[in-house]
């Protein structure tokens, strides 16, 4: 009887194996595949293209795990390219052909058993697809000698996006000249020969869109423009033409002007594009030199006519407003070619600094030194009536009884004679302020003593110096508009009256404003009726314009 437990297990283990063999038997003959891809994703190139295969991006090699995978198997056409690692992404090139390409990606184990493969089907961007790919035709401006080629709008378009540009032509003395264009697609070809044809060889860099996506690459278009320049009797409209007279120019042509090798031109001159036509220009002198005064501007208003302006231009002023990029492209193009050895400038007098700036360290630009300070010439003192008769004041230039201690006798008597009384500075209309270079106005003010400024009067203890555009009633002085600022009421102490007071206004806050005229109102404007016990009168001298504080 101790035998039969024995016997019942011996059967029912017999009975477990055979059925697990009996499931193994379900499964023998079945492949287990390597690990596959997570994705595919594919960009054309030009006669390539990139397969992206995993979703956490381009990895290396040694990070990627998939399983026992080993190798990547890209299959088309009849074509199998192995590579001996997982790659995360894959670069095909060699496909010349303009047409539609199959690609299956896979992986292999050390068995050659193969992944569950990836498909995709792209087309790469071809030699065919880049001849059908053509450039807009440029804009060509030409004098006899020089040409410069544009393109206004640009190259790019709803088919290729400009990336950059090259050139080459032969001159007149058979250099070969070159050159290359990368943000702004425009260059000049100059000393050609008048009345021939250049041909200018051009590469332009540019990268195609493809269902308004760029490919990969950048290509190539060849070109080669023919212009057929003019002779050096054509003539050409000048845009100063007064300046140029003033240089001596009798006749707009090409020969007219071959003799020519230095251009002066004013501060407020408006553009500079002239220059264009000038073959064997060697200088420009952008400072005005000898050859102009400054313009004049008259007032009328009130019963009363006045003038400012007129003769040597003075270091504190600037051109109103930087001069348009469009009027300086000639001097950036004679710069660039290296055929202009010398410009004389003062700094941020004309807004050309940063197109200057890299020719400064060879020499080939000349910034002129400025004074420390300069002072502010009786020729731009206006009389305030033509603004409002509540401005009036007597001034007397120069002052023949200034208290001692005024330094350098450029003394000012101002005798209140209403009730806002104010002392105006204003420049021509084709300048203002050069704050940038000087940020500070300084004047030495002696005031009257305490009694003279009783009660109501007590406020014409202080100076409103205002900073503006134009006076309200000249609005056409400016095209800028009226840009007003001020600093606020400056009160001079008690201690500080029947004495000479140095006065300082920081006018930084006003870089980046047309400023060009300077009202100094003294009371504020106060609301009284205008008869005081005894004549208020002020002194101001040595005003001028600084660089430091």
């Known amino acids: 009887m101790k035998n039969i437990p024995i016997l019942f297990l011996l059967v029912s283990l017999l009975s477990s194996c055979s059925d697990m063999y009996e499931l193994q038997e379900k499964y023998e003959g079945e492949i287990v595949y390597p690990g596959q891809f997570d994705t595919i994703v594919g960009h054309i190139g030009y006669e390539r293209v990139e397969i992206d295969l995993m979703k956490a991006g381009r990895v290396p090699a040694s990070q990627v795990k998939l399983g026992k995978s080993k190798q990547t198997v890209i299959e088309y056409d009849d074509q199998v390219i192995t590579i001996d690692s997982l790659a995360s992404w894959v670069n095909i090139t060699g496909l010349t052909s303009a047409k539609l390409y199959r690609f299956k990606v896979y992986t292999t184990d050390e068995f050659k058993n193969q992944s569950v493969p990836r498909e995709i089907a792209l087309i790469p961007f071809t030699s065919s697809d880049l001849e059908a790919l053509a450039v807009s035709s440029p804009s060509i401006q030409k004098s006899p000698t020089a040409v410069v080629i544009d393109w206004p709008n640009g190259i790019s378009s709803v088919l290729m996006n400009y990336c950059s540009l090259s050139f080459e032509y032969t001159d007149k003395d058979g250099v070969v000249r070159s050159g290359e264009r990368?943000?702004?697609?425009?260059?000049?070809?100059?000393?050609?020969?008048?009345?021939?044809?250049?041909?200018?060889?051009?590469?332009?860099?540019?990268?195609?869109?493809?269902?308004?996506?760029?490919?990969?690459?950048?290509?190539?278009?060849?070109?080669?423009?023919?212009?057929?320049?003019?002779?050096?009797?054509?003539?050409?409209?000048?845009?100063?033409?007064?300046?140029?007279?003033?240089?001596?120019?009798?006749?707009?042509?090409?020969?007219?002007?071959?003799?020519?090798?230095?251009?002066?031109?004013?501060?407020?001159?408006?553009?500079?594009q002239d220059v264009f036509y000038f073959a064997n220009l060697k200088e420009l002198d952008l400072t005005g030199g000898d050859l102009f005064s400054l313009p004049v501007l008259s007032y009328s208003g009130n019963g009363v006519s006045d003038q400012v302006g007129g003769g040597d231009f003075v270091p504190f002023m600037r051109k109103a407003g930087d001069m348009a990029s469009a009027n300086t492209q000639a001097l950036k193009d004679l710069l660039e070619s290296g055929m202009l050895k010398k410009v004389r400038y003062y700094p941020n007098s004309m807004g050309l600094d940063e197109l200057l700036l890299p020719y400064v360290e060879s020499g080939t630009v000349e910034l002129v030194q400025l004074p420390g300070e300069v002072p502010v010439p009786d020729k731009f003192r206006l009389n305030g009536l033509v603004q409002d008769n509540d401005w009036e004041t007597d001034i007397t230039y120069?002052?023949?009884?200034?208290?001692?201690?005024?330094?350098?006798?450029?003394?000012?008597?101002?005798?209140?004679?209403?009730k806002n009384a104010s002392f105006v500075f204003a420049l021509p209309k084709e300048y203002e302020f050069n704050i940038r270079e000087y940020p500070y106005l300084k004047m030495k003010v002696y005031a009257p003593e305490k009694s003279i400024l009783p009660g109501s009067y007590a406020p014409y203890q202080k100076i409103w110096p205002r900073y503006m555009n134009y006076l309200w009633s000249f609005s056409q002085n400016s095209s800028f508009g009226q840009q007003y600022w001020t600093p606020g009421l400056i009160t001079v102490g008690d201690d500080d009256l029947q004495k000479w007071t140095e006065l300082t206004i920081d006018m930084s806050a006003a870089l980046g404003r047309h400023n060009r005229v300077i009202v100094l109102n003294i009371g504020g404007e106060p609301s009284l009726t205008w008869d005081p016990p005894a004549d208020i009168v002020y002194y101001f001298a040595d005003i001028r314009f600084s660089s430091e504080r």
């Open 182 to 272: 990368s943000e702004e697609p425009r260059f000049f070809a100059g000393n050609v020969e008048p009345g021939q044809t250049v041909e200018i060889s051009m590469k332009y860099h540019v990268v195609p869109l493809v269902s308004n996506e760029p490919i990969l690459d950048t290509v190539i278009i060849g070109d080669v423009l023919a212009v057929s320049m003019p002779s050096g009797s054509t003539g050409f409209s000048p845009a100063e033409k007064a300046v140029l007279e003033a240089n001596g120019v009798t006749t707009f042509t090409a020969d007219g002007v071959s003799d020519i090798e230095k251009l002066v031109f004013p501060v407020h001159a408006s553009s500079l």
């Open 398 to 418: 120069p002052a023949t009884d200034a208290p001692d201690g005024a330094g350098s006798g450029n003394v000012y008597k101002t005798v209140l004679k209403a």
